[in-house]
């Protein structure tokens, strides 16, 4: 099984929709936690996963998509990344609130999942979606599946932004 995590907006439950349709097996988290009972009970309609529960379960799918799925067993982790400005908007477009969108898209800036996922697995991915539509998207995840390595470290919000602050703040 591979995970596939990411900061919220960065396209995940997109394109496991995708790779559902080309054939795979594609769990959501929030549906194996409800499965082996790792919900721990529910806060604003949010359920509240058990992480060390997850870390227990052996799951027997092609991919599993969440947020919190790099906290599952998996032969591999892929980490789908969005450039924090280009995030603000696909929260944006999705009509969630002011604070919560900052909170997600700090976490994008300061690398939150990517850390996470590296302390917990040695095979991580990270895939840059920001320029990239679903479907590439979903490509490259093929490319993973047959073999191809795209190694974490080639995003860095913070100096990407920085390098183009004019450009950005020109924009606002
Ligand atoms: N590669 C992409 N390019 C542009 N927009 C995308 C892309 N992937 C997803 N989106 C859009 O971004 C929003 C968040 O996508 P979603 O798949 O729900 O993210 P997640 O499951 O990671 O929270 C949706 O409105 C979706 O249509
Ligand atoms: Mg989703």
Do not use: Q
């Not at 997109?14 to 409800?34: H, P, Q």
């Not at 082996?36 to 379960?57: Q, R, T, Y």
């Not at 067993?73 to 924090?84: G, K, T, Y």
Request: charged share 35%; hydrophobic share 40%; with cysteine.
């Amino acid at each position: 099984m591979i995970a596939i995590t990411g900061t919220p907006g960065t396209g995940k439950s997109t394109v496991a929709e995708i790779l559902r349709k080309r054939g795979y097996v594609v769990l959501s988290v929030n549906e194996i936690a409800e499965k082996f009972g790792c919900v721990e009970g529910e806060e604003d309609g949010v359920k509240i996963i058990d992480l060390e529960c997850l870390g227990k379960i052996e799951v027997n799918a092609d991919f599993v998509e969440g947020h919190l799925s790099h906290h599952l067993n998996a032969e591999a982790v892929i980490v789908l990344r969005c450039r924090p400005d280009v995030l603000y908007k696909r929260l944006v477009e999705k009509g969630w609130g002011e604070e919560k969108i900052r909170e997600n898209v700090e976490a994008e800036l300061i690398d939150y999942i990517l850390v996470e996922a590296l302390e917990k697995h040695e095979n991580v991915h990270e895939i840059d979606t920001t320029n990239l539509t679903p479907e590439e998207v979903a490509d490259k995840i093929e490319e993973i599946l047959k073999g191809k390595i795209y190694p974490p470290g080639n995003v860095d919000w913070i100096s990407e932004l920085s390098d183009n602050i004019d450009k950005y703040i020109r924009k606002l």
